[in-house]
């Protein structure tokens, strides 16, 4: 049987399953779906597929080839960390919402990356923004509520983009493929944006920052690993070569590191950090070589694991504490040493720091820039690295467990907890150790080696660096403190000028509509005063007038009748 069960269906019989049971067969029941669903996958044959007809178009809700079942063993294991993550919540309700939604949003993440065509992806798509929602709404704040709806507005608004540029297609091609796409035509660049606000695409990426923070600790660490990660997938499968990409996943690494450094609240610190590593990936897509590709699907795998420890470890210090901003924080390493120690090594391999996995993924897309002679884009994406040093390898664990003593004291998270974030500890420094066990998954034959002089030489000079750049900045005190605030970048669209605008216009409207209401009135009110006067118990008409004069009348309008009619 394994081997041949479509890869989403596991985990969507789970969810349905997980609210009947509870205690301890939850627990175990929880574990089981994503080993059970790792083990099917393991033993899915590359060319493996599920096809039938609809409507007279062949369906192919299943399509295995490399690509995809790199993205299928990189889903299991977040869902495994993910939901060791969360096996503390076993309590309320709400707790029972997080694991089923978390368990329909990995099953449909690996339902998108399998979709052999444009409708069953769509399918998936969408269950992907309405699933994940929850993990945002459960933490049942009046920010999660309102950040929950403008982030399932966004991605519906995606989705319906989506099947739209499908529909061109279709009716263009006659074949719902899902394949190589192209920016050629209305259905190409539909297409495109649809996967591009999915990727947080400069100006459509304030769903990101505006919904990861206000998700529960747990949920968060769901987000973190599958909705872009599936949109990275589709951009890889669909856009390769594409040299607009480049220059958009240039400007995605840079933007974000300006924010990072200024931002008080250290979860949407991580958000900006995860649109600078999108940027990594997007634009190796864009570079399109067979190294580029590799190295952005091995980067996407990455940063899975080590945004994921990251956000893990900002969970922990959320759910002992409470808290999540940098002014509030500090001092922490003295009551949660382990907590500390597993953030510290996400901050490394986020770093790219050698021997951990960062390194050897990060450098491919590099090294693929020089090879295709983007001269230009190899140093910008050179000053995107170092800024991941300064706002995530050394302002997360720094304001988070050092800085200043904020004179909290607490202790380590639950156990599972800790497991969840040593897994993905352990992960980052394994493959970082020994990438080939990586670099065998990718979709195109590796020749290249991470650890030759050059390449440990340029990062560890980077490293250094970016280093000592945060440390002349601390002691000249021109560092930005952290204080309490509100950032606001492309949100200002919808935060600062969507009120103004709507209020403006509303004024404009009120006074035209209560003048219209006043003239209106004025003239009902003339047309009543002038019928009541003439027919009125007073009125002209309410007299009592003499026969002799109502027949003089009616022989006038007789006259009149038959002048007309003779003229």
Request: charged share 10%; with cysteine; proline share 5%.
């Amino acid at each position: 049987m394994l081997g041949s069960i479509p890869p989403f269906l596991i985990f969507f019989i789970g969810a349905l399953l997980i609210p009947f049971v509870r205690g301890l067969p939850r627990l175990a029941l929880l574990l089981a779906i994503p080993l059970l669903g790792g083990a099917n996958v393991w033993a899915i044959q590359e060319g493996f597929q599920v096809q039938y007809d609809l409507l007279g178009y062949t369906l192919t809700p299943v399509r295995a080839d490399r690509l995809s079942l790199l993205f299928g063993y990189l889903f299991h294991l977040a869902a495994l960390i993910a939901i060791t993550y969360s096996l503390h919540l076993k309590r309320e309700d709400s707790d029972t919402l997080q694991h089923v939604s978390g368990l329909i949003y990995a099953g449909s993440a690996l339902g998108a990356v399998f979709a052999g065509d444009f409708i069953t992806l769509f399918v998936f798509w969408e269950l992907l923004a309405i699933s994940s929602v929850f993990l945002i709404w459960t933490r049942r704040t009046p920010e999660a509520l309102r950040a929950g709806m403008r982030y399932l507005i966004v991605h519906v608004v995606s989705g319906v983009t989506l099947l739209a540029g499908a529909m061109v297609w279709v009716h263009q091609t006659g074949d719902p493929t899902f394949g190589f796409i192209g920016l050629e035509g209305l259905a190409g660049w539909l297409i495109f944006l649809a996967l591009g606000v999915k990727a947080a695409f400069p100006l459509v990426h304030s769903w990101l920052i505006d919904a990861y923070p206000e998700g529960t600790a747990t949920g968060t660490v769901f987000l973190s690993a599958f909705t872009t990660k599936v949109a990275v997938y589709a951009l890889a499968r669909g856009y390769p070569g594409t040299e607009v990409l480049i220059y958009i996943g240039a400007f995605m690494a840079c933007f974000p590191i300006f924010y990072a450094v200024i931002e008080n609240d250290l979860r949407r610190t991580l958000g900006y950090s995860m649109i600078n590593q999108i940027g990594f990936m997007v634009c190796g897509v864009g570079v399109g070589t067979a190294l580029a590709v590799n190295g952005a699907v091995a980067h996407a795998f990455n940063d899975v694991l080590f945004k994921g420890l990251l956000f893990m470890s900002m969970g922990a210090v959320l759910h002992m504490t409470g808290r999540t901003k940098a002014s509030d924080l500090g001092g922490l390493y003295k009551s949660m040493p382990i907590t500390t120690t597993l953030c510290i090594i996400g901050a490394a391999s986020i770093s790219a720091f050698p021997l951990f996995n960062g390194f050897v993924s990060k450098s491919m897309v590099m090294s693929a820039l020089l090879d295709e002679g983007h001269m230009w884009i190899w140093p910008v994406m050179l000053f995107a690295s170092a800024g991941v040093v300064e706002h995530a390898g050394i302002k997360i664990p720094f304001f988070a467990f050092f800085a200043h003593d904020s004179g909290i004291r607490t202790k380590e998270p639950p156990r599972n907890m800790l497991v969840a974030m040593g897994i993905g500890a352990f992960l980052c420094i394994l493959i970082g150790v020994r990438p080939g066990l990586l670099y065998g998954l990718l979709p195109f034959p590796v020749d290249y080696h991470p650890y030759d002089a050059t390449h440990v030489l340029t990062q560890l000079q980077l490293l250094f660096f970016a280093i000592g750049a945060v440390v002349v900045f601390q002691l000249w005190k021109i560092y930005p403190a952290e204080i309490p605030s509100v950032n606001v970048d492309a949100d200002w669209v919808y935060r600062r000028a969507a009120p103004r605008v709507i209020r403006a216009v509303g004024g404009a409207v009120t006074a035209v509509d209560t003048a219209f209401r006043e003239a209106f009135v004025g003239a009902l009110r003339r047309i009543l005063r002038g019928a009541f006067r003439a027919h009125g118990p007073k009125g002209i008409l309410a007299r009592t007038w003499p026969a002799g004069s109502m027949i003089l009348w009616v022989s006038v309008m007789l006259t009149a009748f038959l002048f007309l009619q003779f003229l």
